[in-house]
């Protein structure tokens, strides 16, 4: 029987706590998401976070820990020769990213993959450059509305991207151009991108371009079975709100939620929690890092962690005597650093339940694994052969 009858785990996407001990061969020196967005800041209107141990893990700025924490925390290493989306949640499942996926940073695509792709969507590619996502809609956005041409472009990410404006490009034929790319970046192992991303746009001129919610991400399909698919197996819920099943390609997964942003993730969650079901609830919120770690605004940042926690006290209103709430991330995305990348960092580990009989702190983990480890453990499940992780469950009861 399980301890808990569901399992709600929230991604805050990017949120690292502090460099490890190997970020610097990452390009990672002093990183620390969460502790110079409290510096920067001082303080966050975050009630909530704090009352649970949230600052009891990680203090900073004008801020410290509570007396009392409600929650049990630690923070946790990644296991993974990683810092991306894709290999973060997949560690949480029991995957060990040994080979980071291929970039094209510093270089742009092969000249062969752009012929191919050029060839097989019938347009003109322009960029295959480095870029952030709005600064490259400033630059050529207005070239491919007038042309009919095709934005491509990358980042320190092991991702390719396309842009389309939804008016004039169509949504509909923006995605058939990433299932194409995905299809070419499949055919070389050389070519092997993480993700491709659609990065659907509005508007006509300079000054006027917004990125829709219409992104869609064709990532690949992790390397093994996960937790997920082993809960899947078991006849257990597994519900994916936000990136979710974008990042495991559908793998492991009963239902899915697209989200429009953190707020709407969070709030879909919620309505979750008011139906009956018996699994899992993984969430991703994914504006802490699109919106502002990558373009570095510490502000914005720490303002979407306000928002977070507000919903939060909402959440924990809602929460059942046998729901176990655990909140992490992924990887880092220091605001304050240089350049445009995420950060390699040790992640936040959170956990509560009204029937947790005490909160305080857990010993660091090795991996991000003990959080599928525990998932599959709680619900009596085995993991798969091949995967990472132990059980915490004896501890947050």
């Known amino acids: 029987m399980s301890e808990y009858k569901r399992v709600f785990a929230i991604v805050l996407d990017s949120l690292g706590i502090g460099a490890m001990p190997d970020s610097r061969q990452f390009g990672d020196e002093g990183v620390d998401t969460l502790g110079h967005i409290l510096e920067r800041m001082g303080t966050l209107d975050i009630p909530n976070l704090q009352k649970l141990g949230f600052l009891n893990l990680h203090r900073g700025g004008g801020m410290s820990g509570v007396e009392r924490p409600l929650g049990r925390y630690m923070r946790m290493a990644e296991a993974s020769n990683a810092k991306d989306t894709m290999a973060g949640h997949w560690e949480m499942m029991g995957i060990k990213t040994e080979s980071p996926f291929h970039t094209f940073t510093d270089t742009g695509f092969p000249p062969e993959l752009i012929a191919e792709l050029e060839k097989r969507c019938g347009k003109r590619v322009i960029g295959n450059k480095s ?11 207005e070239e491919e509305i007038e042309t009919g041409a095709m934005i491509v472009y990358t980042s320190a990410d092991s991702v390719l991207q396309i842009c389309g404006n939804e008016e004039t490009f169509d949504l509909q034929n923006l995605y058939r151009c990433c299932e194409i790319a995905r299809e070419i970046t499949l055919s070389r192992e050389e070519w092997r991108v993480g993700r491709v991303i659609a990065r659907p746009y509005l508007g006509k001129k300079k000054g006027e371009f917004k ?10 399909k992790p390397t093994g079975p996960t937790a997920l698919n082993a809960m899947k197996g078991a006849g257990l819920d597994v519900i994916g709100v936000g990136k979710i099943n974008d990042i495991f390609c559908g793998e492991g997964i009963t239902e899915t939620h697209h989200s429009d942003s953190s707020v709407h993730g969070m709030e879909q969650t919620i309505e979750l929690c008011g139906k009956d079901f018996h699994g899992l609830c993984f969430t991703n919120l ?6 502002w770690g990558h373009r570095r605004n510490a502000e914005g940042y720490g303002r979407e962690i306000e928002k977070f926690d507000r919903n939060l006290g909402v959440l924990l209103e809602r929460l059942r005597e046998d729901d176990l709430l655990i909140l992490t991330a992924d990887h880092g995305n220091d605001p304050t650093y240089t350049g445009t990348d995420h950060t390699r960092e040790y992640v936040p580990f959170l956990a509560w339940s ?37 059980s915490l469950l004896k501890e947050l009861v």
Request: proline share 5%.
């Open 131 to 141: 870029a952030s996502g709005t600064a490259i809609l400033e630059e050529l956005a």
């Open 211 to 220: 990125r829709t919610s219409n992104r869609h991400d064709y990532a690949l």
């Open 286 to 291: 994914v504006d802490f890092d699109a919106l």
């Open 354 to 390: 009204k029937r947790m009989a005490e909160g305080g702190p857990l010993p660091e983990a090795d991996s991000f694994a003990v959080i599928g480890a525990t998932i599959a453990d709680n619900f009596g499940v085995s993991m798969p052969e091949g995967t990472i992780g132990h």
